[in-house]
């Protein structure tokens, strides 16, 4: 079952999940209105009428796109929700190596001498993986 389709199953879409869905689909918009100037600039074969559209979403801001077109940055961002959640754990090893190293820090330092950050970090991780497995077996 997709991600949408979990959260229509619920028959609602938490606060916290919406905005993950909205800053992903901004994303999207933004990766394709990448491609797309690149797309023009190399003066691909499209037509005057997608190249004029092209340019006028370009100056758009995602919160004013018409919402067919929000529609379709919402299937992409709910597609990488699907992605995600086909592995949980590896995503959260991969948040919490992030943080490290915004922190500066890696998996092996912290500022507790015992480590107990880092190890009860990679204990709820493990722990997860276990629960996570009993659960798919």
Known sequence: MS????AEKVGKYSFHYMALVKRLAKLEFEQWKHWASEILRQ???????RAERWRKLFSTEW???PDEIKQMDY?????????????PITCLVMIGDFIFNQLGLDWAYTEDPEGRFVSDFIKLIEDS???????RS
Request: charged residues 50%.
């Open 3 to 6: 991600a949408k389709e979990q």
């Open 43 to 49: 003066k691909e074969k499209i037509s005057n009428d």
């Open 63 to 65: 919160d004013d796109l």
């Open 75 to 87: 299937t992409w961002a709910f597609n990488v929700l699907d992605e995600l959640e086909d592995d």
């Open 129 to 135: 993986k276990t629960r996570l497995d009993k659960v």
